[in-house]
């Protein structure tokens, strides 16, 4: 570790671009970074590092990694410590298409894809989930820390965004069809005009190519009566 460098100054600028890993969710793409790579990148610059995954007590007096709710699912936490300075991490166990897991199945429903269904997690999820949380951990030591950005902006449904853009080019067809049938370049200005600002921009290529005909077919017959 560099002596006049924080331990964030020393983690944050380093190059993590060849280790980043994706995973599709859907039609999402989710970046990471694996656990085995982040965690030796850290403990080689700060060897004295520790890490502790927090364990609670079950019912049955035992000590489990994770707490459960039976609304919201599991959730698991550590905590990593540079020179006495502790940060702490926590995060819900989830599927792929990142929904809670809970203790059985169930479903839920999705507002254009109709029925979805999620299973029941397994130590297999709660490992996975232990170990991304500790990533996110080291993440807030500034170790790959530009990766998560934007994940606490609302989810958009990819389906709902085309859906949108074929809705709004059905709207620029249908515009570019009545301006074709105005017959004057004053009447197109007027009908173009009134247009909202998307609207307008998407067809204005269309009506200006339209006006210059008009003009063209007036000349023309300017022309010949003469």
Known sequence: MTENKTPFETLYYIDVSDNVETKKSGKTTLSYLSWTWAWAEFAKRFP??????????APDGTKRPYIYDENTGYMVFTNVTIDGLTHEMWLPVM???NKAMKSKPYKYM???????????????????TIMRCLVKNLAMFGLG???????DLPEVDEEAK???AKAFNEK???HEKKIDALETTDAINKYW???PQAEKQATKAFAIKKGETLKLLKEKEEI???
């Not at 820390?145 to 994940?151: A, F, V």
């Open 48 to 57: 004295n590092a520790t890490y502790e995954i927090e364990k609670f007590e």
């Open 95 to 97: 599927d792929g298409a």
């Open 110 to 128: 999705t507002k254009y894809n109709g029925e979805k269904s999620v299973e029941a997690a397994s130590m297999f999820d709660v490992n996975k």
């Open 145 to 151: 820390l530009y990766i998560y950005s934007g994940e």
């Open 162 to 164: 085309e859906r949108e």
């Open 172 to 174: 620029v067809k249908e």
């Open 193 to 195: 005009k009134m247009l």
């Open 224 to 226: 010949n009566d003469k």
